[in-house]
C-alpha cells in the first residue's frame, strides 16, 4: 500500500502493485506505523478497518474450486483483549459464503463457507499475544482441507469431516503433533462447536484388520 491521500472523509489507500485492490479505512486507522517491511497500519481492535476493492477482473472471486491462500504479517500487543479480530474476511454474517483469518482469544483461526452452507474450520494452538511480528499464512484447499502456518510452522490442518452411518459417529481426518497417543483425548472447536474427539488407529472401521476378506 502506497501513503494515504487525506480528505475530509474516509481516506483511501492506494495498492502499490498493478492489482488496483485500492481500499477504503474506516475508523480511526493509523497508517505509517513501523513495520515488518516498509510502514504498517495500526488498528485499535474495537472498529477499524480497510476494506478492499475488487479490480474489475474479479480476482478476488475465487469461486467454489478455486484453492487460494492468505498470506500477511501481524503483530498484537501484549495485553490485547480476548475478543474475536478478523485480520483478512469477506464473511459478512449469517449463511453468507466467504472465508475468514481471524484471532480468536488471541489464538489463529481460520474457516470457510461454501453456497451450500458447508464449513470448514481451523483453531491454532498457539496463543499470539507477545507483542512481535509474526507471519501467518492460510491455505485453503477446496477440496476440503484447510491448513494454517505461523512463522512458518504448519500448526494445524483438517481434512474432510463426515458422519459414518455405518459406524453411528462423526469422523474427521486430521494432522496432530507427533508423539500424541491413540486413545488420547483431544478438545475439538469450531462455529457453533465445541466437542471432544478420541485419536483412533487407522483404518478407523477395523484397526486390527480382523475382518478382512479374501
Known amino acids: 500500500?502506497?501513503?494515504?491521500?487525506?480528505?475530509?472523509?474516509?481516506?483511501?489507500?492506494?495498492?502499490?502493485?498493478?492489482?488496483?485492490?485500492?481500499?477504503?479505512?474506516?475508523?480511526?486507522?493509523?497508517?505509517?506505523?513501523?513495520?515488518?517491511?516498509?510502514?504498517?497500519?495500526?488498528?485499535?481492535?474495537?472498529?477499524?478497518?480497510?476494506?478492499?476493492?475488487?479490480n474489475q477482473n474479479?480476482?478476488?472471486?475465487?469461486?467454489?474450486?478455486?484453492?487460494?491462500l492468505v498470506s500477511t504479517w501481524?503483530?498484537?500487543?501484549?495485553?490485547?483483549?480476548?475478543?474475536?479480530?478478523?485480520?483478512?474476511?469477506?464473511?459478512t454474517g449469517g449463511a453468507d459464503p466467504g472465508f475468514s483469518v481471524f484471532l480468536d482469544n488471541n489464538v489463529l483461526r481460520a474457516f470457510i463457507r461454501d453456497d451450500l452452507n458447508n464449513i470448514v474450520m481451523i483453531t491454532g494452538s498457539t496463543i499470539i499475544n507477545d507483542g512481535e511480528w509474526h507471519h501467518i499464512v492460510a491455505r485453503f484447499d477446496r477440496d476440503g482441507?484447510?491448513?494454517?502456518?505461523?512463522?512458518?510452522?504448519?500448526?494445524?490442518?483438517?481434512?474432510?469431516?463426515?458422519y459414518s452411518?455405518?459406524?453411528?459417529?462423526?469422523?474427521?481426518?486430521?494432522h496432530i503433533q507427533p508423539g500424541i497417543p491413540v486413545g488420547s483425548i483431544l478438545k475439538v472447536t469450531g462455529e457453533n462447536l465445541e466437542t471432544i474427539a478420541k485419536?483412533?488407529?487407522?483404518?478407523?472401521?477395523d484397526p486390527q484388520k480382523t475382518r478382512t476378506h479374501a
Open 74 to 91: 501481524i503483530k498484537t500487543i501484549a495485553d490485547s483483549s480476548s475478543n474475536t479480530h478478523n485480520i483478512v474476511s469477506t464473511y
Open 199 to 205: 485419536v483412533v488407529q487407522s483404518p478407523i472401521y
Open 1 to 54: 500500500m502506497t501513503a494515504p491521500s487525506l480528505g475530509s472523509g474516509n481516506t483511501d489507500v492506494e495498492d502499490s502493485s498493478n492489482n488496483s485492490f485500492h481500499g477504503t479505512i474506516f475508523g480511526g486507522v493509523s497508517l505509517g506505523e513501523e513495520g515488518i517491511i516498509g510502514s504498517a497500519a495500526f488498528f485499535d481492535g474495537t472498529n477499524d478497518y480497510i476494506e478492499l476493492d475488487d
Open 165 to 174: 452411518h455405518r459406524m453411528g459417529k462423526s469422523l474427521a481426518l486430521a
Open 58 to 68: 474479479g480476482d478476488l472471486d475465487f469461486g467454489a474450486s478455486t484453492d487460494f
Open 145 to 162: 482441507s484447510l491448513t494454517i502456518f505461523l512463522d512458518g510452522k504448519e500448526i494445524g490442518v483438517i481434512n474432510s469431516p463426515c
